[in-house]
């Protein structure tokens, strides 16, 4: 167990009244990140397919990556010759996609690469913004329950919502996945299958649901990692972060509202078709913001 077990160490980012926080701080998930998604190349083939080509049958060119953490689908988007600006509000995230910018600054495309720390709060802000928005947005890897419901009405993942749809072109592409917040509030745990985290390094997920109300406010994973190599020095196999659920209804009512009733909104299951895939681990929400 880890000595820091039933301590959240978090940095506030915004102000109290927000609660805006980094769970990612401490630095403790950043460094069981790579063991925790597994082989970055693994991870990326499940869906590479899906994304790639949907951002290709719509002439993509420029993508921000509004969640890019360590910063696995950003490579794999600047490997495949998109325009790619990534942004995070966890520095300690970045850490490895600044090293990784830098490590492959002589390949194709890695020295135009932007990298900026962004909150979504502030994003219009804290992001260079293309001429008419960007051609495609993503955020991916279930970014967006991190976001506190902290007056209890959504306002601010509402404010996130409109931000992202602002910075998305007309025409343009907007993905964002979450978890399958209905199962886990169901059946008290996660689908055993994980489209996007299969390393053999996972030990454990403890799942702990924080009910207020009688609603569920808050899902707690606790990550117990294997770490084989000593020479690693990680001194700690633990990490937990914690979730703010929605359902695939709230959440596809959030986005029709902030993109309007003429955007297409598609959603998948584990990037299939809702039907092919009845206990998905994730839902992946597609927009295709109107003209
Ligand atoms: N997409 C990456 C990272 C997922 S981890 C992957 O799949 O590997 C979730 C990321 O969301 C973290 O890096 C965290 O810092 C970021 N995040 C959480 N709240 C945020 C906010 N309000 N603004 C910007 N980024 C945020």
């Given at each position: 167990m880890s000595k820091n077990d039933g301590v959240f160490r978090?940095?506030?980012?915004?102000?109290?009244?927000t609660g805006i926080v980094d769970q990612y701080a401490d630095g403790k998930a950043a460094k069981l990140w790579q063991l925790y998604i597994?082989?970055?190349?693994?991870?990326t083939e499940k869906y590479k397919n899906f994304l790639i080509s949907l951002l290709k049958r719509k002439n993509v060119t420029?993508?921000?990556d509004a969640a890019c953490g360590t910063?696995?689908?950003?490579?794999m988007l600047v490997e495949e010759g998109f325009k790619v600006t990534s942004s995070d509000a966890s520095d300690k995230m970045?850490?490895?996609?600044?090293?990784t910018r830098w490590a492959r600054r002589k390949e194709p495309h890695f020295d135009d690469w932007v990298i900026e720390e962004a909150n979504w709060l502030t994003l219009t802000r804290d992001v260079p913004v293309p001429n008419g928005g960007y051609d495609a947005l993503?955020?991916?890897?279930?970014?967006?329950?991190?976001?506190?419901d902290s007056h209890g009405d959504q306002r601010d993942q509402r404010v996130c919502i409109e931000n992202f749809a602002k910075l998305v072109k007309p025409g343009g592409i907007f993905v964002i996945d979450h978890r399958n917040y209905d199962y886990i509030l169901e059946h008290g745990h996660a689908p055993k299958n994980n489209i996007y985290y299969n390393?053999?390094?996972i030990k454990d997920i403890k799942t702990s649901i924080l009910y207020i109300n009688q609603q569920?406010?808050?899902i707690t994973l606790d990550y117990y990692m294997n770490v084989e190599d000593p020479e690693e020095n990680t001194d700690d196999t633990h990490f937990r972060l914690s979730y703010y659920p929605h359902t695939v209804r709230e959440f596809s009512s959030l986005l029709r509202s902030a993109f309007g009733p003429k955007s297409k909104h598609t959603v998948y299951a584990d990037f299939k078709a809702m039907a092919e895939e009845p206990s998905p681990s994730f839902y992946i929400h597609v927009i295709e913001k109107a003209l």
């Open positions: 978090m940095r506030s980012l915004g102000t109290a009244s597994g082989d970055q190349k693994n991870r420029t993508v921000l910063g696995v689908d950003s490579v970045l850490k490895d996609a600044y090293k993503i955020i991916m890897g279930n970014s967006f329950a991190h976001l506190p390393s053999s390094h569920p406010n808050l």
